[in-house]
């Protein structure tokens, strides 16, 4: 998710944010709970079962440089930004059921989910990543390099509009990715959305992430929200609205993380 450190400081309301580091806080003599794990984006009321399903099945299975960039990325200040490990053994399935092999990332961050794709793609396999900040992009580069598939990347640093028109001029592009992954400036997702359904194959997927955007999308207009939330809150539901009035695609929403929509090219 391409943002600020101040954004992503902001992107949890403050009445949501746990006191003092811990897992709970108070509000309206209401105790709100959320989990203290970096990248936490589950939408479940319980902390213990999304705990649960971290320590049952994800972890026990997280590969050792996941791991580590996991680990590392804790670190940074703007670690709210990062793909849950949840989401990120979510997409690496997805991705071998498929047999994606030429793929695209739209806002990497330092690459949780650019190396859960890198891991799950075979070694002829393609990354077009694409984003803003290099340095934080670096951050994690060797731990990418460590799990040896850095050679499948493709990395582009700067907005991506610039480089989905320039893939669109030589035909050649057209229709030919198996699988493209959107964690970026949610203002901008449904400009990348027409670009990419040029560009990604007929039967291929579009994953869109946030797209239940820390459960905003249900709230009231005038609910008590972070200025980051409302500010891109309106972009989400516009998107949400889009995507499932779209007839050229299939479409399957999640709660997985903060929501991910899939997009499957029907035409």
């Not at 440089?65 to 804790?74: D, G, N, Q, S």
């Not at 053994?89 to 961050?109: D, S």
């Not at 592009?173 to 194959?201: I, P, Q, S, W």
Request: hydrophobic letters at 40%.
């Amino acid at each position: 998710m391409a943002t600020t450190a101040a954004d992503a400081t902001a992107a949890v309301p403050k009445e949501q944010q746990p006191a003092n580091g811990s897992a709970a806080a108070t509000t309206g003599g209401e105790q709100v709970t959320r989990h203290s794990e970096v990248g936490h984006k589950s939408l479940l009321q319980s902390d213990a079962l999304y705990q649960y399903i971290l320590e049952t099945s994800v972890y026990p299975r997280e590969h050792e440089c996941m791991k580590e960039l996991r680990e590392i990325t804790a670190n940074h200040p703007w670690n709210l930004m990062t793909t849950s490990a949840d989401e990120g053994q979510f997409l690496n399935m997805l991705l071998k059921l498929i047999g994606a092999k030429k793929t695209m990332e739209i806002g990497v961050y330092t690459g949780y989910s650019l190396l859960a794709t890198a891991l799950a793609i075979p070694d002829d396999g393609t990354i077009l990543a694409m984003d803003i900040n290099r340095e934080n992009y670096e951050l994690g580069l060797p731990c990418i390099e460590k799990a040896g598939v850095a050679h499948k990347i493709d990395f582009r640093e700067g907005p991506a509009l610039p480089v989905l028109d320039a893939l669109l001029e030589d035909e050649a592009n057209h229709g030919t990715f198996d699988f493209v992954f959107v964690d970026a400036d949610k203002d901008n997702y449904l400009n990348y959305h027409e670009r990419l359904m040029k560009l990604v194959k007929v039967g291929g997927l579009l994953g869109y992430d946030n797209t239940l955007w820390n459960g905003s999308v249900v709230l009231p207009a005038d609910a008590p929200m972070r200025k980051y939330i409302r500010y891109y809150r309106d972009f989400v539901l516009e998107l949400n609205k889009a995507l499932a009035a779209d007839q050229r695609v299939e479409i399957c929403q999640l709660p997985v993380g903060d929501g991910i929509t899939l997009c499957r090219r029907a035409k």
